[in-house]
């Protein structure tokens, strides 16, 4: 991972992090790979793509011993998890990225997290071929999905789609480059 972190195209390590949820790994394995996955990312002084589903306290634990070593951060993506995580990331200065998900008729624990998320940390992403959002629910996911993702995320934040679109743009551009 490290040699090929140096490649001049490589502008974020990632997706790392830990997943819980079908414990197709131990967790002991996940924390170790998790930590040094992030090791690698202080020592190249790149940004982050984080994955953390059902590991909240661990997830949180590991990034505020390496938060201050990480000057670029990051995102935390397809944010599922609690608003105490959210706002621990988000004061560590992590993105969100938001996808289909927001727009889940059951997702209100998703929206109130982007209406918690200040605007400029606020990241859209589609995780495709996955969590396609409504109404095309059942069908991969395509980056040509992206603007029912904004929408909804538009209307949760109570403003125009094209404020939106602009943040999220300038967001991207500042978290990767």
Do not use: W
Not at 98 to 121: H, K, M, S, Y
């Amino acid at each position: 991972m490290r040699a090929g972190a140096g490649h001049a195209k490589v502008v974020a390590i990632g997706e790392i992090g830990l997943d819980y949820f079908y414990e197709h790994s131990d967790r002991p394995a996940q924390l170790a790979a998790f930590e040094a996955q992030l090791q690698i990312a202080c020592d190249l002084d790149l940004p982050v793509v984080i994955h953390t589903r059902e590991a909240d306290e661990d997830t949180q634990s590991i990034l505020a011993n390496f938060s201050s070593l990480l000057p670029k951060k990051g995102v935390i993506h397809s944010f599922t998890s609690s608003l105490a995580l959210a706002e621990f990331c988000l004061g560590e200065g992590f993105a969100l990225g938001f996808n289909g998900i927001a727009t889940f008729n059951r997702a209100d624990n998703v929206r109130e997290v982007v209406a918690a998320t200040p605007l400029n940390q606020l990241l859209l992403e589609t995780d495709a071929p996955y969590l396609t959002p409504v109404p095309y629910r059942g069908r991969p996911n395509a980056p040509k999905y992206l603007p029912f993702i904004a929408q909804s995320i538009a209307q949760t934040k109570g403003i125009e789609i094209e404020e939106l679109l602009a943040q999220a743009r300038e967001n991207s551009l500042r978290t990767f480059f």
